[in-house]
């Protein structure tokens, strides 16, 4: 299974279709009501921050993303980090 973190242009929309195809159901529950999509799209699109996107790639398919600002802070602090690789 060929798996990769990549910085190759993404559109934000399909980033947002990917955040709530994976959180949905727990947005729900945490909320203990429906998705408000213009709630979750608003918040969503101010929250993120392209140029630390890396898009996870399985087999030359995005499956998914992360957000490295907070492993960028963490080596900045010179505290120790850790990853993971399937």
């Known amino acids: 299974m060929n798996v990769a973190?990549?910085?190759?242009p993404h559109d934000p929309e399909a980033l947002y279709q990917l955040f709530r195809s994976a959180m949905e159901p727990y947005v729900d529950a945490a909320r203990g009501q429906p998705w408000n999509d213009e709630r979750e799209r608003a918040q969503f699109f101010l929250q993120l921050a392209p140029a630390s996107v890396r898009l996870i790639v399985v087999e030359q398919?995005?499956?998914g993303f992360v957000d490295l600002?907070?492993?960028d802070a963490q080596?900045?602090?010179d505290q120790p980090s850790c990853g993971a690789v399937l």
């Open 69 to 71: 600002r907070a492993f």
């Open 5 to 8: 973190l990549s910085a190759q």
């Open 61 to 63: 398919q995005v499956v």
């Open 75 to 77: 080596r900045s602090q």
